[in-house]
């Protein structure tokens, strides 16, 4: 399960909120490949991997690396 967060933000005189994921939230700082968070220190979570967790493993947890994907 992702973790959502609500985000409001003002443009002139309108609020505007959206939900956005932790991965979203923080994306603003460059992580290293697998990982996420405010300090980059969070892999990411079954089923993301990859760049920004935005890859999706199509295999079952045990045999994802959340830098690489699915192992053989």
Same mark, same amino acid.
């Given at each position: ?37 405010? !300090? /980059? *220190? ?5 089923? #993301?991997?990859?760049?920004? &967790?935005?890859? !999706? /493993? *199509? ?5 994802? #690396?959340?830098?690489?994907? &699915?192992?053989?």
């Amino acid at each position: 399960m992702e973790i959502c967060h609500r985000v409001f933000f003002v443009v002139g005189a309108f609020i505007f909120t959206t939900v956005m994921t932790e991965v979203e939230l923080y994306s603003n700082q460059k992580c290293a490949t697998g990982f996420y968070g405010p !300090k /980059c *220190e969070l892999p990411c979570r079954h089923p #993301n991997y990859g760049e920004l &967790c935005h890859l !999706k /493993c *199509e295999c079952i947890k045990q045999y994802c #690396n959340h830098i690489t994907g &699915c192992q053989d």
